[in-house]
């Protein structure tokens, strides 16, 4: 109990502490104009208030990583605990930040835009398509994710196949309509849901003084599974994760003030990383051990824990709000996930989307696919899901480097984290059936090599950038903070 308070802790103190240095570090302009008034266009560029952004952000970069991800880490023991509270502060919530932030000096452009900015033109390509497929992944996932979910919860009363095809019709109209009509209205309610249901399992725990493993020399690791590279890809959301920077630039366009950078960008993932503590030990404590939680995942899945975690901590009452919050953060990052794919092919193309056509073409291709991809076996997208993830949080860690090189700022604050999963990424792949399928000892060799010549090209662009003064954001002269 006392690794799991304290772990809170540290988030809370990281967010005051580590989170007031990055912002300072990268140099808050209160009196320059955010892309929502510079571009407003009334649909994807419009100024909306703190709080608002704030949970949208929260609810955007959610989904299942934070629950899901955390409960398979459980199987870790504690040291899944470090990975959280390390991995949120120092590379998850700057991860976001500098997205979010390099966005908004950018017209809220997005990471392929920004790659290819600051990584070279080829970037532009690569990262387009690999952001477009990772965020197919995700609303496919999250489509039939949260449908088995109710699924179960309405025991089984609705054929699945309805479910379905109703969350496909909301996603359809949260990704055409303009961001303030559903997105903006919807998510402070869901956002209190979700909040509610995870403080409320949290709190279960600790006053019902559940068994949640210290962290020891003797408990530290207790399964017999490799902790590296595979437990960076088991938790990704709650600790880093690429996906988060294919939804900081749908809030970069409607954020009033960068002043409100840390709260939004930072701060959210910060609690974030809360939620993946929460998860992590209720996987940890409430299954009789290790081989309970093994048997429980292996019968039903994460969702099976959820379901059972909830409802012998809340009742039945409590413990189906709190599924439903749990339901809610697949669906919120869903939609998000189609309208942000809609937003980067839109910019990528150079096509306006202000008409309702020009998002209608680009959106129905879009869902045809992902309604093929539900046949697929969700282990197998997962998989693939889990990879391009962090290799997308790769990208956006040296994108944020390169503009704090540029700017003679710190740039080991993104570089450091970002070089470490970099390591990681490479192994994994050469590593994994999905992948190359080399031994363990081949692939940390590749990994250690490919690291160091892409950091060493890194390096050699950076110093390029900064000697001709390459522009670190957009001119809007003229233009005055609202």
């Not at 504690?78 to 930040?97: E, K, L, Q, R």
């Not at 909040?195 to 709190?203: D, P």
């Not at 959820?306 to 869903?334: D, K, R, W």
């Not at 309702?356 to 282990?379: C, E, G, Y």
Request: charged share 10%.
């Amino acid at each position: 109990m006392y690794t799991f308070l304290a772990g809170i802790a540290l988030l809370i103190i990281g967010y005051f502490t580590y989170g007031k240095f990055i912002e300072k570090m990268f140099g808050v302009k209160e009196d320059r104009a955010t892309p929502a008034y510079v571009n407003n266009d009334g649909v994807d560029y419009v100024p909306m208030s703190t709080s608002k952004n704030s949970l949208i952000q929260l609810l955007n970069i959610a989904g299942t990583g934070p629950v899901f991800g955390p409960i398979m880490g459980a199987l870790y023991g504690p040291v899944a605990f470090i990975w959280i509270v390390i991995g949120c502060i120092f590379a998850g919530a700057v991860h976001d930040y500098l997205t979010g932030m390099i966005s908004i000096r950018n017209r809220g452009a997005h990471l392929p835009e920004l790659a290819s900015k600051f990584l070279g033109k080829v970037m532009k390509h690569v990262v387009n398509a690999f952001a477009v497929l990772l965020l197919l992944l995700v609303g496919t996932v999250f489509v039939s994710t949260p449908a088995s979910l109710l699924h179960v919860l309405m025991d089984g009363k609705i054929a699945l196949g309805i479910i379905i095809t109703a969350i496909f019709i909301y996603y359809i109209a949260a990704t055409l309509l303009p961001v303030d009509k559903i997105i903006g209205r919807l998510y402070p309610y869901f956002g209190a849901l979700l909040l509610i249901s995870a403080l409320g399992v949290g709190i279960g725990m600790v006053v019902t003084g559940a068994p949640i493993p210290e962290l020891s020399l003797t408990n530290f690791h207790p399964a017999n599974a490799p902790i590296l590279p595979l437990l960076f890809f088991t938790i990704s959301c709650g600790a880093l994760s690429g996906f988060h920077a294919t939804q900081t630039p749908i809030i970069s366009r409607t954020t009033q003030n960068e002043k409100q950078g840390r709260k939004i960008f930072y701060g959210m993932m910060i609690t974030e990383g809360v939620i993946a503590m929460i998860w992590a030990a209720a996987g940890m404590s409430l299954f009789n051990g290790y081989n309970g939680l093994n048997d429980i995942l292996a019968a039903g899945g994460p969702g099976a824990v959820v379901s059972q975690a909830s409802t012998a901590l809340l009742g039945a009452i409590g413990g189906t709000l709190a599924v439903l919050g749990v339901v809610v953060l697949p669906i919120t990052s869903g939609d998000t996930a189609f309208r942000s794919a809609r937003m980067i092919i839109a910019e990528y193309l150079n096509i306006a989307q202000k008409k309702f056509s020009s998002r209608l073409w680009i959106a129905v291709p879009l869902f045809v696919i992902s309604s093929v991809l539900t046949q697929i076996d969700f282990n197998l997208l997962w998989r693939y899901f889990s990879w391009a993830n962090q290799a997308t949080a790769v990208i956006a860690l040296f994108v944020g480097a390169m503009y704090l090189y540029i700017a003679k700022k710190n740039y080991f604050t993104a570089l450091v984290p970002g070089s470490f999963m970099l390591v990681m990424v490479i192994t994994y792949i050469l590593n994994a059936p999905i992948g190359f399928g080399l031994s363990m000892t081949t692939s940390w060799i590749g990994g250690f090599i490919g690291a160091a010549v892409l950091i060493g090209l890194f390096f050699r662009a950076a110093k390029k950038a900064r000697a001709n003064n390459m522009p670190l954001e957009d001119d809007i002269t003229g233009w005055k903070v609202a």
